[in-house]
């Protein structure tokens, strides 16, 4: 892609357009670090005044767009992809078909890319070995099997379900949380109990999500115990009227995937 001039490495993606801007190679991380951008023709935002109700379009010559940026590093020997999410920009299947496009034409013809998220193969086991909770949240798949269920530790949600289905609703969905008690969590044996028993009882819920964090995590992760692609998040302060510098967001993912306290390229290697 490097040889290529960068009006040809457009690609279309509805009425708007993707651009690979960077691709460069961290010889000391064995890493790729690429940069991609949505080129907007649709969606403009309108420029508006504080002090009135008057609007405008926004300005812009005809070789000009908006520019919705996402960053991602490529692992080479573990063939893993690791994409910033941005809901205004690109997403995973975006830039798939975009490197499908030119795999195809300048590479390999006959060879299709698929981007498949790496699944944690015992998310129960990460769950239990968090140290805090903050919430729980469950949604029964039949809340008859669970209402019906003579189990003490799942009684209190049985309960509730056998409360709720004189709304004749198949899907019940329970929530337990801290709010915005920061300070406070849930009680941590009844949770680790709790988790226990519904990885026993799996089968019958749609969803089983905690949010917590162990002693190693500077926050709390949300784990989906049914279904729970590896990701990770930081928090970053941006200044006001002012756009995120990728070089900044590069550098923290590769210090997420390699160098973190807990580096998610490890958790990678345990579950492909």
């Not at 998220?117 to 070995?129: E, Y």
């Not at 008690?181 to 988790?195: A, C, G, M, P």
């Not at 709390?220 to 998040?233: A, G, H, I």
């Not at 160098?259 to 290697?269: F, L, R, S, Y």
């Amino acid at each position: 892609m490097k040889t290529l001039k960068i009006e040809d490495r457009l690609a279309s993606y509805g009425i708007d357009q993707i651009r690979l801007n960077q691709e460069t190679y961290d010889k000391n991380n064995n890493i790729y670090i690429l940069n991609f951008s949505r080129l907007r023709e649709s969606m403009y935002p309108s420029v508006v005044n504080i002090s009135n109700l008057s609007s405008k379009d926004v300005t812009i010559s005809n070789d000009e767009f908006l520019s919705e940026d996402i960053s991602a590093i490529y692992d080479p020997v573990n063939s893993v992809l690791m994409i910033q999410r941005n809901i205004n920009s690109l997403s995973p299947s975006a830039v798939e078909e975009y490197v499908s496009v030119f795999w195809s034409a300048y590479f390999n013809h006959s060879e299709i890319i698929d981007f498949r998220p790496i699944i944690d193969q015992n998310p129960f086991k990460t769950a239990l070995d968090k140290e805090e909770y903050r919430s729980l949240n469950i949604k029964t798949a039949d809340y008859r099997y669970i209402s019906n269920s003579s189990n003490s530790i799942l009684k209190p949600f049985a309960q509730a379900f056998d409360s709720l289905k004189v709304y004749n609703s198949v899907d019940i969905e329970i929530k337990l949380s801290m709010g915005r008690k920061r300070s406070q969590n849930l009680d941590y044996k009844e949770t680790q109990k709790v988790i226990k028993e519904l990885e026993k009882n799996r089968q019958n819920f749609n969803k089983i999500e905690v949010r917590g964090k162990s002693a190693n995590d500077t926050k709390f992760e949300k784990v989906d115990l049914l279904s729970n692609k590896l990701y990770c998040e930081q928090t970053f302060d941006i200044p006001s009227r002012s756009s995120f510098k990728s070089s900044t967001i590069q550098k923290e993912m590769i210090n997420l995937y390699i160098n973190g306290t807990e580096p998610m390229k490890q958790k990678v290697i345990d579950n492909i």
